[in-house]
């Protein structure tokens, strides 16, 4: 069984660019969370998305914005990126809805570099 | 606010010893507790604790969670060279706009 995947691995964009990241579940997995993690703040939760709908957002501003297909496939999107926006972006994805004991599964990450 | 600390932030320990890794929470809306190991980009599920004082086993790995004093520990016996890694502590709540709160971690270096 195939774990999550995310696109692309790694990422240099400039100050101002705009980005879009990709998760795809696990299968039959039907929830995806998003988090920032950085050496300073650790890992940061951005949102979460349970059939197709977003069901929890962390504190982060309006740049960052997601979404959910009819798959459970997930993308994420930073605009006008900032030089604080450089991190460790991962996806995870779980069997159960949000609110529930979940595992949580995780992929490998999208490194984002901004210059 | 809601937080999540863990204690050392980073350890070196000779491959044998015997490690103790802390994390405690002031959380609201407190559901479970989880452990994850990381060892290069993605974090791996090692434990979920939900009951007070009941030990969670795998191999040479054990956690418990005390929620009188609101905190975990996780226990390494006879590190091994590949137990290196961050170690991250998660408080799961029942509600709020942050379901899953993390600790920054604890790195881990277990030297031959």
């Known amino acids: 069984k195939a774990g999550v995947t995310q696109t692309p691995r790694y990422l240099i964009k400039t100050r101002g660019q705009q980005v879009t990241l990709s998760c795809s579940p696990i299968?039959?997995?039907?929830?995806v969370s998003w988090y920032q993690q950085t050496p300073g703040q650790g890992l940061q939760f951005l949102f979460e998305y349970f059939s197709e709908t977003q069901r929890n957002k962390g504190n982060f501003p309006g740049r960052f914005s997601g979404r959910q297909f009819s798959n459970s496939r997930s993308e994420m999107n930073v605009s006008t990126l900032e030089l604080g926006d450089s991190a460790l972006y991962l996806c995870a994805s779980s069997l159960a809805p949000p609110g529930t004991n979940e595992k949580l599964f995780f992929g490998s990450g999208t490194q984002l570099s901004v210059l | 606010e809601d937080k999540v600390v863990q204690s050392p932030l980073s350890l070196v320990v000779h491959e044998g010893d015997t490690v103790t890794l802390n994390c405690s929470y002031e959380?609201?809306?407190?559901?479970?507790l989880l452990w994850y190991k990381q060892e290069k980009k993605a974090p791996t599920f090692l434990f979920m604790l939900t009951s007070s004082g009941i030990e969670k086993k795998s191999g040479r790995l054990s956690s418990i969670l005390d929620k009188k004093e609101l905190s975990s520990i996780l226990n390494i016996t006879a590190t091994q060279t590949g137990d290196s890694a961050i170690y991250l502590c998660a408080v799961l709540r029942n509600s709020g706009n942050t379901p899953l709160v993390f600790g920054k971690g604890t790195r881990l270096s277990v030297i031959a």
């Open positions: 959380v609201t809306n407190f559901r479970s």
């Open positions: 299968s039959g997995h039907r929830s």
